[in-house]
């Protein structure tokens, strides 16, 4: 069961957790539960992610309208747009890691970022074996949410099997799952494999 307070309370822990592995530096990211009646807690705009208080947990409705007193994360509507293209989506994270944004500036002829034969894979959905590939999808960011939204929803609509990520480029990964709990380890682990492959990238043109 999950209740505003319960979200709450996930949320914070979540946040601070995230901070104390340099996932959410400073006010970047924003975390998202929704809740058993339908609506959906979210961090409010600006709020610093290691330092998160109740007060800074607010409720919108499925299309991103406010509930409560307070102004909602500024990607809120990309938290709705995953929760209406995902029936299962519980939760939603997004997290800053400086790896993971310097290979999606790197990677510029691409408009995904390929992770193949990892031990840790097997964290996606459906995924039992190292010796694959996982292909996340790569959009370029931009401050109108509107349209970025409706542009990722027509985007994840078409993947033959859905993947629970997404990435901005130069700005920070997406992930969800069925629970708060399970959105974290997908954030963890993608994070791992993220900076797994901008080692790989230097590597191969020789830097360190």
């Known amino acids: 069961m999950t209740n505003f307070a319960t979200a709450i309370d996930g949320i914070v822990s979540v946040g601070q957790r995230l901070y104390r592995a340099g996932l959410a530096p400073a006010t970047a990211g924003n975390y998202s539960q929704r809740l058993d009646d339908g609506s959906i807690a979210i961090t409010t705009s600006g709020a ?5 208080t109740s007060a800074q947990v607010m409720r ?9 007193r307070g102004q909602p994360s500024a990607e809120t509507l990309l938290h709705t747009m995953i929760y209406a ?4 989506a519980r939760a939603v994270l997004h997290t800053h890691s400086v790896p993971g944004t310097v290979l999606s500036r790197a990677v510029v002829d691409r408009e995904d970022i390929v992770l193949t034969g990892f031990e840790l894979l097997k964290i996606f959905p459906h995924h039992t074996t190292h010796d694959a590939s996982v292909s996340i999808p790569l ?4 401050q109108d949410m509107p349209m970025l ?5 027509s985007l994840l609509r078409t993947q033959a099997q859905p993947l629970p990520v997404f990435y901005l480029r130069g700005h920070g990964l997406y992930a969800w799952g069925p629970s708060l709990d399970r959105a974290e380890m997908l954030v963890e682990g993608t994070e791992f494999l993220l900076a797994c492959a901008w080692e790989e990238w230097k590597a191969s043109r020789g830097e360190r």
């Open 149 to 153: 939204a409706a542009r990722l929803r």
């Open 60 to 68: 919108v409705d499925d299309e991103g309208n406010p509930l409560d």
């Open 48 to 52: 610093h992610k290691g330092r998160l």
């Open 139 to 142: 959009v370029d960011n931009s």
């Open 85 to 88: 293209i995902d029936p299962s």
